[in-house]
């Protein structure tokens, strides 16, 4: 069979369901945040309540979604109709979980390479403030594998003593030492969350308002990520990065092709990255000029005209970091992409009976199955590693794909 997405522009439908609900595929964090919620509210073993928590798990796996539904059932103002907080319809919930916008939510998302330690402590001055309408201030820190030590070390003593009515969420991909802070790391409870299922995510992105089609193939060709999923069948350039991707296995065959394909690839996902964040920009940089006064005549004007110049630079500094951050995961991305179109080729290759990353591209792993060898399909994903390696590196982007579309014409 031959899959396809159906190009949507956005999805229309806005998953409603309870905290329970959108937990349902990992009843083990369900029941772990919905019994702290309710000790939050004086109910149940008040042993299951913490004020630091750090998240791990798998990339994909759900882990800021979690830290949400648990910002939600803090903050809910009702309950589902089994009595659970986090009932998904008050406006606290709908706040935090459809909008990530919430009086009491400090929602921390770092889109460079880094946390720092200014950050760290502009968050720690509003983690100290009461909560203005919930029960709860919620502060989460998404990408908590992104601080910087310094950043780490100024936050020690807000983890190990929260105020009162503050809870701290780490969200990361593991507890190892790679990953996260091990001082932070002893002063926080840990909850794991697994990978979600292919149809927990077909059933969370229908409810969005995804086709149901559309939905189980982008939950296997992700990997079961959910974040990717959702930016595949919403997103047309995502879609056409994929495609670009896998098709350089078929382009290596084609001699100087191959290297136009990935000069094309490559232009493609820096234009993509920074067109996505243009608009927004944009209104950054209006909002600072605005601030500023910027074109304003009079006592003082000179200076903040000055002082304006420094902010706006400093601003666009910013935009270049967080332009080349997503031009790096972009191009991860795509290896990623890549990468499994040689692991369904070697799947083919040895008769497993498993389930093709890249149902809809079948003819194309078929095809490599007959002109590679086991050792070669081995040896392009090498190079795919290689390559991945190489751009956490800070290796120039075309000299590193350059160089893999060599090793993957010697591994044919």
């Not at 648990?70 to 103002?77: D, G, K, P």
């Not at 998302?109 to 402590?121: C, H, K, L, N």
């Not at 030492?177 to 002893?186: A, C, E, H, M």
């Not at 990520?225 to 296995?249: C, E, F, S, T, W």
Request: aromatic share 6%; glycine share 8%; charged share 25%.
């Amino acid at each position: 069979m031959i899959y396809y997405f159906s190009y949507p522009s956005r999805l229309g439908r806005v998953n409603t369901g309870s905290v329970a609900q959108r937990l349902a595929d990992t009843p083990a964090v369900a029941y772990t945040i919905l019994a702290a919620a309710r000790a939050a509210r004086g109910e149940g073993d008040p042993r299951a309540m913490s004020h630091s928590w750090l998240f791990t798990g798998p990339p994909g796996a759900g882990r800021s979604l979690a830290a949400l539904c648990f910002a939600a059932a803090l903050m809910c103002t009702s309950a589902d109709e089994n009595g659970d907080p986090g009932c998904g319809q008050c406006e606290a919930c709908r706040g935090v979980l459809e909008q990530q916008k919430h009086t009491d939510l400090v929602y921390v998302d770092p889109q460079e390479q880094f946390i720092t330690v200014g950050e760290a402590r502009e968050v720690i001055g509003r983690a100290a403030s009461l909560p203005s309408v919930a029960p709860w201030r919620v502060v989460i820190f998404n990408k908590a594998d992104r601080f910087r030590n310094e950043a780490a070390n100024a936050l020690l003593k807000t983890v190990e003593e929260p105020p009162e009515r503050t809870v701290i969420i780490m969200v990361a991909p593991s507890e190892d030492p790679q990953d996260f802070s091990q001082t932070l790391r002893s002063r926080c409870r840990h909850l794991y969350i697994p990978a979600p299922s292919v149809d927990g995510i077909v059933k969370q992105l229908t409810a969005e308002g995804a086709s149901e089609h559309d939905a189980r193939l982008a939950a296997v060709t992700s990997l079961r990520h959910v974040g990717r999923a959702r930016h595949l069948v919403q997103d047309p350039g995502v879609q056409k990065r994929r495609a670009m991707a896998i098709n350089l296995a078929e382009e290596v065959y084609r001699g100087s092709q191959a290297f136009q394909a990935v000069t094309a690839l490559l232009k493609f996902v820096e234009t993509d990255a920074k067109n996505s964040r243009a608009e927004q920009d944009a209104a950054e940089l209006v909002k600072l000029e605005q601030s500023f006064g910027v074109g304003a005549k009079g006592k003082g004007a000179a200076r903040a005209q000055r002082d304006a110049k420094s902010a706006l630079k400093e601003l666009e500094d910013l935009h270049k970091k967080r332009a080349k951050r997503r031009i790096t995961d972009g191009l991860d991305m795509a290896l990623i992409d890549l990468a499994g179109i040689y692991r369904d080729a070697l799947m083919l290759k040895v008769g497993a009976q498993v389930e093709m990353t890249h149902p809809d591209f079948a003819g194309l792993a078929g095809e490599l199955a007959k002109r590679v060898s086991e050792d070669g399909l081995l040896a392009a994903q090498s190079a795919i590693r290689t390559c991945r390696e190489q751009l956490l590196q800070n290796a120039n982007p075309q000299v590193a794909f350059d160089g893999m579309v060599g090793r993957l014409r010697l591994a044919r």
